[in-house]
């Protein structure tokens, strides 16, 4: 099946400062999706990209779908105490059958 | 709407026992998963359905049972509890639209196995 691979798996951030979390994929993604888990909490979702190159904005939030379908990208600018949480990737078959890369673990510093 | 309940949100259970985690949802979706999360790690999907009386195997079946008689309730039943089942699960259900839909998790079940 498909999988997708998240970098960093963690990644400490100043407050104020952006920082660009990755999802790759060695194959063809039909679509991606996005999903937040605050610290024990459920996850909740971002957002779904499908076409090739889209770019979605939400406030700070900036995700990208690349142009071979084979990576995506969340940009976050001006990181708040708020975005402290687990971000992940999933990618989805037929039935909505997710498959979630591994998170990326966001810590901000004050 | 109540969205997605799961219940409980705590169990203890010793190896060997069985027991059933509860999950519902209000919002008439057809496509209901069962997903464990282990620490530091992301979600596997254990079991899903794309309706009811219609099941299937994701990525880590065994030791696992689901059903789904109704549209509204997808149990989750585990038949032998071994250590290896600590973790969390969370249930999750999505409209059964064209393409791929948002996924609404319930709050979880913290299941720790002795």
Known sequence: GQQVMQIPQYQH???GEDFTTYCNSSTTLSNIQWYKQRPGGH?????Q?????E???????TFQFGEAKKNSSLHITATQTTDVGTYFCACGAAGNKLTFGGG???LVKP | NAGVTQTPKFQVL??????TLQCAQDMNHEYMSWYRQDPGMGLRLIHYSVGAGITDQGEVPNGY???????EDFPLRLLSAAPSQTSVY??????SGRGLNEQYFGPGTRLTVT
């Open chain 1, 13 to 15: 951030v100043q407050e």
């Open chain 1, 43 to 47: 996850p909740v979702f971002l957002i």
């Open chain 1, 49 to 53: 990209l499908v076409k090739s190159g």
């Open chain 1, 55 to 61: 770019v979605k904005k939400q406030k700070r939030l």
């Open chain 1, 104 to 106: 990326t673990r966001v």
């Open chain 2, 14 to 19: 010793k190896t060997g026992q069985s027991m």
């Open chain 2, 65 to 71: 049972n689901v059903s789904r008689s109704t549209t």
């Open chain 2, 90 to 95: 969370f249930c999750a259900s999505s409209y």
